[in-house]
């Protein structure tokens, strides 16, 4: 018969529980730590396929030490340029460059790590990219002036650029531009680069990839099946979210750029070329704070209007942010009147 006494039982219990919770908290451990690493190699080996099956459609141009993508299409002057928003490569303009190459020449890119460029090495700034945009621009050799064409952060890049290189634009179209001081005027719609960074580890383990989440503008259900394929493949990359990122946690540095750009160039830094700012206008009102969120965007951008004694704003009804998607046939239109002013400007 047994002298122990049942608290004695208790008093052995609580170790081996104690053991029992241990030993399971690492093999969770273990157990993250090999998922991760199957997620890491998922990744790599899933980006290495998608790139072998969906070579550049364009040109691969060294610049420093990484290279660039770029697209051609069409013939003729002036050339438009396209610049696309944070987090979109030169697949943001599918249906507005061949439409655009109808009637004169193209000329899109990818920024640093979007698309099928390489990651870049310095932060990718507006002042970055204006510089490596003239470089392409130079190997080209396409022929100047150029009419800029840029949507959101790419207005900036675009503004930036005819500041920088005033002799080298004939006009621009901005797609529903971002603004330097629209963090100042909205402070509510400063975004936060630090919850990107979730987004940068689920990437970099395939989580993305196996949730069907790729960024730019796969899965919008706007591209052909072939071009679908090919936008999903670089849009898994996990240079695309690092360079949003990037970019993202730049803004204000960019935005520092660009200020200083505009002041150094007078009251009226665009002189008369040929200007529109496309502002989207949903088809159901905001309300509350996001219809004045709204309201400050329209004035900031009927202010980026008066940069050139010939600049216009322009509503684009039933839109949302994207206008080259929920309303290309409208960029369209908008490129085809600066290039037509460009060609035959008023005596």
């Not at 969770?28 to 690493?37: C, E, K, M, R, Y």
């Not at 070579?55 to 299409?73: A, D, N, Q």
């Amino acid at each position: 018969m047994s002298h122990m006494r049942p608290e004695s039982k208790g008093k052995g219990f609580v170790p081996k529980l104690w053991t029992f919770v241990k030993r399971a908290l690492a093999g969770g451990a273990i157990l993250v730590v090999v998922l991760s690493l199957a997620g890491a190699i998922f990744q790599r080996v899933a980006t290495a396929r998608d790139m072998r099956r969906f070579p550049p459609p364009g040109k691969i141009v060294t610049i420093g030490s990484h290279r660039l993508h770029c697209r051609v299409e069409g013939a003729g002057t002036p050339t438009v340029v396209f610049d696309a928003p944070i987090g979109a490569s030169s697949l943001g303009w599918a249906l507005v460059q061949p439409e655009v190459a109808k009637f004169t020449g193209t000329f899109s890119f990818d920024r640093a790590g979007y698309g099928w460029s390489d990651a870049g090495t310095s932060p990718p700034t507006s002042g970055e990219i204006v510089d490596e945009l003239h470089q392409l621009l130079e190997r080209s050799g396409l022929p100047r002036p150029y009419v800029l064409v840029g949507a959101s952060f790419g207005g900036c890049n675009a503004r930036l650029y005819a500041f920088r290189y005033p002799e080298e634009v004939a006009a621009l179209v901005l797609v529903d531009p971002a603004h330097e001081e629209q963090f100042k005027r909205a402070p509510s719609t400063t975004p936060r680069a630090a919850f990107l960074r979730i987004f940068q580890l689920a990437s970099r383990l395939g989580i993305m990839r196996l949730a069907g989440m790729p960024v730019d503008i796969a899965g919008m259900n706007v591209l052909p099946p072939d071009q679908e394929a090919a936008a999903a493949a670089v849009g898994y990359r996990t240079s695309a979210v690092d360079s949003i990122f990037a970019e993202t946690a730049a803004i204000e540095q960019s935005f520092s750029q660009l200020r200083k750009a505009r002041m150094s160039a007078g009251s009226t830094p665009l002189g008369n070329r040929p200007l529109i700012v496309l502002t989207h206008r949903e088809e159901k009102p905001p309300v509350g704070e996001e219809a004045a969120q709204y309201a400050i965007w329209v004035d900031l951008h009927r202010e980026l209007a008066t940069e050139s004694t010939r600049g216009r704003q322009r509503f684009v009804e039933k839109s949302g942010h994207f206008i080259a998607v929920d309303q290309s046939a409208k960029v369209v239109e908008a490129i085809r009147e600066v290039v037509e002013l460009t060609r035959n400007p008023p005596r």
